[in-house]
């Protein structure tokens, strides 16, 4: 009923994804486990969900993660274009939640430690609740816009306003 104080380290078993080392009183098939040496995990409803590796590499639903962050899914649903799908196969979503128009959200790539060497895609909200697709280098330090899809289906090379399927300037 109070705090909890503690000078030193706490232990614990190793745990299990069904019955982890920390745990909540009222749940007791989700917290954090330890299922190897030099990693942690979390589970969720006794299902292991996150796994941190002695490299840093981090898992969501990767037992082995290969890379920094690996998100696997196993979903056997086929793609559809006609629908939004947005909860069927392994997704990320990366969502702004302001509603202005030229609002964004991006994912951001980078080559090198320091300076130029950045590449960016680029979801923007126009108006009418639709969305453009903006792929952008940088050169020399500054973002250069170099290819857009638009709501429509105009791609423009060269021209973030393509008129045509297919605008190159």
């Known amino acids: 009923t109070g705090p ?7 232990r ?3 745990g299990t994804a069904a019955s982890p ?16 040496s030099n990693a942690l995990a979390f589970s969720t409803f006794g299902s292991e969900r996150i796994r941190v590796i ?3 590499n981090v898992g969501i ?5 290969i ?3 690996d998100i696997r899914r196993t979903d056997t649903t086929a793609y559809d274009s006609a629908a939004a799908q947005l909860s069927n196969g392994a997704g990320l979503t990366l969502t702004n939640e302001d509603d202005t128009n030229e609002s964004f959200a991006q994912i951001s790539f980078r080559a ?3 300076g130029p060497g950045n590449v960016r895609i680029a979801a923007i909200r126009k108006e009418s609740n639709t969305a453009d ?3 952008e280098n940088d050169n020399s330090g500054i973002f250069v816009e170099t290819m857009r899809l638009t709501s429509t289906g105009n791609v423009g090379i060269g021209t973030i306003v393509p008129l045509t399927k297919f605008d190159v300037e």
Request: charged content about 10%; aromatic content about 10%.
């Open 4 to 10: 909890l104080i503690v000078n030193g380290n706490i």
């Open 12 to 14: 614990a078993s190793v």
């Open 21 to 36: 080392s920390y745990t909540f009183r009222t749940d007791q098939d989700t917290g954090m486990w330890m299922p190897a």
């Open 54 to 56: 002695s490299d840093g």
């Open 61 to 65: 639903r990767a037992t082995s993660p």
């Open 67 to 69: 890379s920094v962050l």
């Open 112 to 114: 090198g430690s320091n």
């Open 133 to 135: 697709l903006a792929f």
